[in-house]
Each structure stands twice: as structure tokens, then as C-alpha cells.
């Protein structure tokens, strides 16, 4: 039987949608107890604005002291980083030293899957990120930015050319909730018979399709999906985890 891979954001979620001035060390902990009963595909500590949100906490840890500390509690569980391929966790281009020293202490903290995302889905920026965090035996993922736009060759060409130069799998992640049920089929159909790489999901639920396009994808061939277990927040917005295992049953 196939099974879906989850890839938890609930830490994450926390950190950038909740005032730092309210999580405590004491709320962070019960947290990880909680997540560490779950046997996830990886847990997504930086990523989106966390990163940022992480350095004004109340309890005086740098974001890799965080992650280090998430590590030591859930050990069996990798924790990934989804990070820029040339602006990390910022909005400034950074350097390649300054790109190799962030990897390298995201992997001291703890930190092993990375997910590499451009903004514009340019493979030359992808280059070093990737090469750097394939020679220092990790894992890397290439992001590819849905755009309701391009056609499915754009797809199929661009997970190639980010095989080519190291990626060991592909998420395709829709940022603007523009991905409908039925494409979301279609490109994952595609995508799994013409390259032999696991290809994942990520969407968020701004227009309540969540569960509709991580169900098609996954019935498709999708390997993967991304859900914050514990969301900040319980509203039209926030992941709809319960229906989407409830619409597995029995497949």
C-alpha cells in the first residue's frame, strides 16, 4: 500500500503567525511532546517569516538553538528548512560563503532536508545552494512556484533541469491558493509518469480547496504533502487536516 508522507509545519506555523511574547519555553516543550508522538516524514522548522519571528522570542534562543533543542527531543524525526536559493531566510541576495555558512549551521542545529525555493523558478540560482547541500551529505528538495499560467511542459521541464543539478525530489507549491482539484490532477499525472522522482504538494487553503487538491494529487501519484497539526489557528484559513485523512479512508 502507498502511503502519503507528511511533512509537519506546526512548528513553523507557530512561530510565524502567533506574537513571539507568547510562547514560552514551558508552551514551546508541550508542543514538541505532542508532535513527537507523531511518526512525521519531517518536521519544517524555517521557512516563510519563522525564521525572523523566531529571533524575537521571550526566551533568549537563537532560531538554530530552537531547532537544536527540537532535535535533541524528537530525534528519530528530521527537521528540514525551506529556505531561499539565494536570499535564505531574508530578502537580501546573499553570497556563496554566506549561503555555506547558514547551511552549515542549520546542519550543526540539527537540521538534514532543505527545500530550495526562487521566486522567479530560476535553476541558476538553485546551482550552489544545492551542490553545497548534496556535498555536505544532506537532502535536497527543489521547489518549483506554481503559476496558474505556465503549462504543464513548464512544469516537466523545470523538475527535470532541478533533477539534473542535484534535487532528489520536486515540490510544486501553490503560494496564491490558484490551483484548482482537477489541475492538480493533471499536472501530478504528468509529472510522476514522465520523471522517475517523488513529487510533492504544498498549498495553502485561502480558497477552502485544500483537502480537494491534496486528494487529487495524492491520487495521481503525489508523494507528499505539507499540514500544521497544531495550527495557530482555527479558522477558514488554517490547514483542514481532519477532513483530508477522513477523505483517505478507505483508499
Known amino acids: 500500500m502507498r502511503k502519503i508522507k507528511i511533512n509537519d509545519l506546526s512548528i513553523r506555523d507557530i512561530f510565524q503567525n502567533i506574537d513571539a511574547k507568547y510562547i514560552t519555553e514551558k508552551l514551546l516543550n508541550r508542543i514538541i511532546e505532542q508532535i513527537a508522538k507523531v511518526k512525521f516524514d519531517c518536521l519544517e522548522i524555517f521557512g516563510g517569516s519563522s525564521f525572523e519571528k523566531m529571533l524575537e522570542n521571550s526566551f533568549q534562543k537563537t532560531p538554530f538553538e530552537i531547532a537544536y533543542q527540537i532535535k535533541i527531543k524528537i530525534p528519530n524525526t528530521p527537521l528540514q528548512a525551506s529556505i531561499g536559493a539565494k536570499n535564505l531566510v531574508g530578502m537580501e541576495v546573499y553570497s556563496n560563503s554566506v549561503v555555506k555558512e547558514f547551511i552549515d549551521q542549520c546542519i550543526k542545529s540539527g537540521i538534514t532536508k532543505f527545500r530550495i525555493y ?30 496558474d499560467l505556465k503549462q504543464k511542459d513548464f512544469y516537466i521541464n523545470t523538475a527535470q533541469k532541478l ?81 483530508f485523512i477522513l477523505s483517505f479512508k478507505d483508499t
Do not use: H
Not at 522567479?120 to 506554481?146: A, H, M, P, W
Not at 522522482?197 to 480537494?212: A, D, K
Open 118 to 147: 526562487d521566486a522567479l523558478n530560476d535553476i541558476e540560482n538553485f546551482k550552489f545552494i544545492v551542490s553545497t547541500i548534496r556535498q555536505l551529505n544532506c537532502q535536497c528538495q527543489g521547489i518549483i512556484i506554481y503559476d
Open 163 to 243: 533533477s539534473e543539478i542535484g534535487c532528489e525530489s520536486i515540490c510544486i507549491k501553490d503560494v496564491e491558493s490558484t490551483l484548482l482539484p482537477q489541475k492538480a490532477q493533471e499536472l501530478f499525472k504528468i509529472l510522476t509518469e514522465q520523471i522517475k522522482l517523488q513529487f510533492y504538494l504544498s498549498v495553502y487553503n485561502l480558497r477552502g480547496l485544500q483537502v480537494s487538491n491534496y486528494y487529487n494529487a495524492c491520487m495521481a501519484g503525489c508523494s507528499g504533502i505539507d499540514l500544521s497539526f497544531i495550527p495557530s489557528s482555527y479558522n477558514d484559513l488554517s490547514p483542514a487536516i481532519f477532513p
